[in-house]
Protein backbone atom coordinates (compact mmCIF):
# COMPACT_ATOMS: atom_id res chain seq x y z
CA UNK A 1 0.00 0.00 0.00
CA UNK A 2 2.10 2.69 -1.41
CA UNK A 3 1.51 6.10 -0.11
CA UNK A 4 2.94 8.36 -2.59
CA UNK A 5 4.02 6.00 -5.72
CA UNK A 6 6.09 7.68 -9.10
CA UNK A 7 6.89 6.12 -12.24
CA UNK A 8 9.64 6.01 -13.71
CA UNK A 9 12.27 5.13 -10.41
CA UNK A 10 14.53 5.66 -13.29
CA UNK A 11 14.82 7.49 -16.74
CA UNK A 12 17.80 8.08 -19.01
CA UNK A 13 17.40 10.29 -22.34
CA UNK A 14 19.11 11.82 -24.57
CA UNK A 15 19.34 15.55 -24.54
CA UNK A 16 16.33 17.63 -26.13
CA UNK A 17 13.95 14.49 -25.68
CA UNK A 18 10.71 15.17 -24.05
CA UNK A 19 9.86 13.17 -20.79
CA UNK A 20 7.20 12.25 -18.64
CA UNK A 21 7.30 11.34 -14.59
CA UNK A 22 3.97 10.22 -13.15
CA UNK A 23 3.08 10.47 -9.30
CA UNK A 24 -0.17 9.51 -7.38
CA UNK A 25 -0.81 9.45 -3.54
CA UNK A 26 -3.39 7.15 -2.11
CA UNK A 27 -3.51 9.41 1.10
CA UNK A 28 -6.21 11.41 0.02
CA UNK A 29 -4.28 14.51 0.67
CA UNK A 30 -5.48 17.87 -1.32
CA UNK A 31 -1.40 19.41 -1.77
CA UNK A 32 1.21 17.77 -4.07
CA UNK A 33 4.31 18.93 -4.72
CA UNK A 34 7.69 18.61 -6.94
CA UNK A 35 11.17 19.31 -5.46
CA UNK A 36 14.37 18.76 -7.36
CA UNK A 37 17.23 16.97 -5.47
CA UNK A 38 20.66 18.18 -7.19
CA UNK A 39 23.74 16.12 -7.20
CA UNK A 40 24.81 17.83 -3.99
CA UNK A 41 21.93 16.90 -2.08
CA UNK A 42 20.32 19.97 -2.24
CA UNK A 43 16.40 19.89 -1.87
CA UNK A 44 14.10 22.81 -3.84
CA UNK A 45 10.35 22.91 -4.56
CA UNK A 46 9.86 23.47 -7.73
CA UNK A 47 5.87 23.30 -7.76
CA UNK A 48 2.77 22.34 -5.62
CA UNK A 49 -0.76 21.95 -6.62
CA UNK A 50 -3.98 22.29 -3.71
CA UNK A 51 -6.95 20.53 -5.28
CA UNK A 52 -5.54 20.58 -8.93
CA UNK A 53 -4.42 24.14 -8.72
CA UNK A 54 -1.03 25.46 -9.08
CA UNK A 55 -0.16 27.14 -5.67
CA UNK A 56 3.48 27.61 -6.02
CA UNK A 57 6.11 28.11 -9.36
CA UNK A 58 9.51 28.74 -8.14
CA UNK A 59 10.89 29.93 -11.02
CA UNK A 60 11.24 26.77 -12.98
CA UNK A 61 12.07 26.71 -17.02
CA UNK A 62 9.03 26.34 -18.81
CA UNK A 63 10.27 23.18 -20.15
CA UNK A 64 9.11 22.18 -16.94
CA UNK A 65 4.94 21.45 -17.15
CA UNK A 66 2.58 19.71 -14.46
CA UNK A 67 -0.17 18.43 -14.60
CA UNK A 68 -3.06 17.46 -11.89
CA UNK A 69 -5.70 15.66 -13.84
CA UNK A 70 -6.99 15.66 -9.94
CA UNK A 71 -6.16 15.83 -6.36
CA UNK A 72 -4.58 12.78 -6.12
CA UNK A 73 -2.31 12.82 -9.61
CA UNK A 74 0.75 15.35 -9.70
CA UNK A 75 2.70 14.54 -13.27
CA UNK A 76 5.33 16.12 -14.63
CA UNK A 77 6.36 16.81 -18.28
CA UNK A 78 10.13 18.35 -19.04
CA UNK A 79 10.50 19.17 -22.81
CA UNK A 80 13.83 19.48 -24.36
CA UNK A 81 15.87 17.59 -21.77
CA UNK A 82 18.79 19.65 -20.76
CA UNK A 83 22.30 17.90 -18.93
CA UNK A 84 21.68 20.02 -16.17
CA UNK A 85 18.32 18.55 -15.95
CA UNK A 86 20.03 15.25 -14.62
CA UNK A 87 18.73 14.92 -10.93
CA UNK A 88 16.45 12.96 -8.84
CA UNK A 89 12.79 14.09 -8.69
CA UNK A 90 10.75 13.84 -5.88
CA UNK A 91 7.38 14.03 -5.72
CA UNK A 92 5.34 14.83 -2.26
CA UNK A 93 1.78 15.02 -0.69
CA UNK A 94 0.44 17.06 2.38
CA UNK A 95 -2.88 17.06 4.12
CA UNK A 96 -3.89 21.23 4.37
CA UNK A 97 -1.93 24.22 3.82
CA UNK A 98 -1.14 27.32 6.19
CA UNK A 99 -2.49 26.68 9.09
CA UNK A 100 -4.05 23.34 8.27
CA UNK A 101 -0.05 21.87 7.03
CA UNK A 102 0.96 19.12 8.52
CA UNK A 103 3.87 17.29 6.98
CA UNK A 104 4.89 15.99 3.94
CA UNK A 105 4.67 12.23 2.65
CA UNK A 106 7.40 11.56 -0.53
CA UNK A 107 7.94 9.51 -3.02
CA UNK A 108 10.86 7.12 -3.56
CA UNK A 109 11.81 9.46 -6.08
CA UNK A 110 13.11 9.45 -9.97
CA UNK A 111 16.28 9.38 -10.87
CA UNK A 112 16.92 11.24 -14.32
CA UNK A 113 20.22 10.60 -16.40
CA UNK A 114 19.98 13.06 -19.32
CA UNK A 115 22.72 12.07 -21.88
CA UNK B 1 13.22 35.85 3.40
CA UNK B 2 13.30 32.47 5.29
CA UNK B 3 16.14 30.78 5.77
CA UNK B 4 17.56 27.00 7.06
CA UNK B 5 20.60 26.55 7.99
CA UNK B 6 22.59 23.14 8.81
CA UNK B 7 26.24 24.38 9.30
CA UNK B 8 27.60 20.66 9.39
CA UNK B 9 28.16 19.41 5.77
CA UNK B 10 29.30 16.10 7.12
CA UNK B 11 29.88 14.56 10.63
CA UNK B 12 31.77 10.88 11.69
CA UNK B 13 31.19 9.65 15.02
CA UNK B 14 31.83 6.10 16.08
CA UNK B 15 28.77 4.15 17.10
CA UNK B 16 27.90 4.07 20.51
CA UNK B 17 28.07 8.25 20.44
CA UNK B 18 25.90 10.12 20.61
CA UNK B 19 25.73 13.11 18.32
CA UNK B 20 24.29 16.58 17.34
CA UNK B 21 22.89 17.71 14.11
CA UNK B 22 22.75 21.49 14.34
CA UNK B 23 19.74 23.35 12.93
CA UNK B 24 19.66 27.33 12.67
CA UNK B 25 16.63 29.12 10.66
CA UNK B 26 16.07 32.62 10.06
CA UNK B 27 12.16 34.12 10.15
CA UNK B 28 10.05 36.90 10.99
CA UNK B 29 7.29 35.29 11.37
CA UNK B 30 4.86 34.44 14.33
CA UNK B 31 3.63 30.80 12.50
CA UNK B 32 5.54 28.63 11.28
CA UNK B 33 6.60 24.92 11.19
CA UNK B 34 9.76 23.30 11.56
CA UNK B 35 10.74 19.66 10.67
CA UNK B 36 13.93 17.09 10.71
CA UNK B 37 13.53 14.52 7.47
CA UNK B 38 16.15 11.44 7.29
CA UNK B 39 17.33 10.15 3.99
CA UNK B 40 19.25 7.20 4.36
CA UNK B 41 21.60 5.66 1.55
CA UNK B 42 18.48 4.30 -0.37
CA UNK B 43 17.59 7.94 -1.23
CA UNK B 44 13.82 7.91 0.12
CA UNK B 45 12.86 10.79 2.08
CA UNK B 46 11.64 9.69 5.43
CA UNK B 47 9.49 11.73 7.72
CA UNK B 48 11.02 12.76 11.38
CA UNK B 49 9.31 15.27 13.32
CA UNK B 50 6.74 18.42 13.20
CA UNK B 51 7.12 21.25 15.62
CA UNK B 52 5.09 24.52 15.03
CA UNK B 53 6.22 27.73 16.43
CA UNK B 54 3.90 27.52 19.38
CA UNK B 55 5.41 24.52 20.90
CA UNK B 56 8.92 24.85 22.43
CA UNK B 57 8.87 21.19 24.60
CA UNK B 58 11.55 19.10 23.85
CA UNK B 59 10.78 16.19 22.47
CA UNK B 60 12.11 12.68 22.65
CA UNK B 61 11.51 9.71 20.39
CA UNK B 62 13.41 6.43 21.36
CA UNK B 63 17.15 7.58 20.67
CA UNK B 64 15.98 10.77 19.26
CA UNK B 65 15.69 14.02 20.89
CA UNK B 66 15.18 17.41 19.18
CA UNK B 67 15.83 21.04 20.96
CA UNK B 68 13.50 24.09 20.15
CA UNK B 69 14.80 27.03 20.89
CA UNK B 70 12.86 29.93 19.44
CA UNK B 71 15.61 32.24 21.70
CA UNK B 72 18.55 30.90 19.31
CA UNK B 73 15.95 30.35 16.26
CA UNK B 74 17.21 26.69 16.62
CA UNK B 75 16.17 23.47 16.17
CA UNK B 76 18.39 20.88 17.13
CA UNK B 77 18.55 17.31 16.98
CA UNK B 78 20.18 14.32 18.64
CA UNK B 79 20.88 11.01 17.95
CA UNK B 80 21.98 9.54 21.34
CA UNK B 81 23.98 6.01 21.10
CA UNK B 82 23.94 6.18 17.68
CA UNK B 83 23.74 3.08 15.47
CA UNK B 84 25.50 2.38 12.07
CA UNK B 85 21.66 2.29 10.85
CA UNK B 86 21.32 6.00 11.46
CA UNK B 87 24.31 6.76 8.50
CA UNK B 88 21.71 9.21 6.12
CA UNK B 89 21.56 12.92 5.43
CA UNK B 90 19.11 14.76 7.95
CA UNK B 91 17.73 17.71 6.84
CA UNK B 92 15.91 20.37 8.33
CA UNK B 93 13.14 22.60 6.94
CA UNK B 94 10.95 24.95 7.82
CA UNK B 95 7.13 25.88 6.35
CA UNK B 96 5.29 28.61 6.01
CA UNK B 97 2.60 30.37 3.92
CA UNK B 98 2.66 26.79 1.46
CA UNK B 99 6.39 26.81 1.13
CA UNK B 100 8.66 24.54 2.93
CA UNK B 101 12.50 25.82 2.40
CA UNK B 102 15.15 22.38 3.11
CA UNK B 103 18.37 23.01 4.44
CA UNK B 104 21.41 21.78 2.76
CA UNK B 105 21.71 18.54 4.71
CA UNK B 106 24.16 17.11 7.43
CA UNK B 107 25.39 14.10 5.77
CA UNK B 108 26.11 11.65 9.02
CA UNK B 109 28.34 8.74 8.97
CA UNK B 110 28.07 6.19 12.05
CA UNK B 111 31.38 4.27 12.52
CA UNK B 112 31.64 0.56 13.30
Known amino acids: DTAVSQTPKYLVTQMGNDKSIKCEQN?????MYWYKQDSKKFLKIMFSYNNKELIINETVPNRFSPKSPDKAHLNLHINSLELGDSAVYFCASSLGQGRDYNEQFFGPGTRLTVL | AQKVTQAQTEISVVEKEDVTLDCVYETRDTTYYLFWYKQPPSGELVFLIRRNSFDEQNEISGRYSWNFQKSTSSFNFTITASQVVDSAVYFC?????????FGKGTRLHILP
Open chain 2, 93 to 101: AFYRDDKII
Open chain 1, 27 to 31: LGHDT
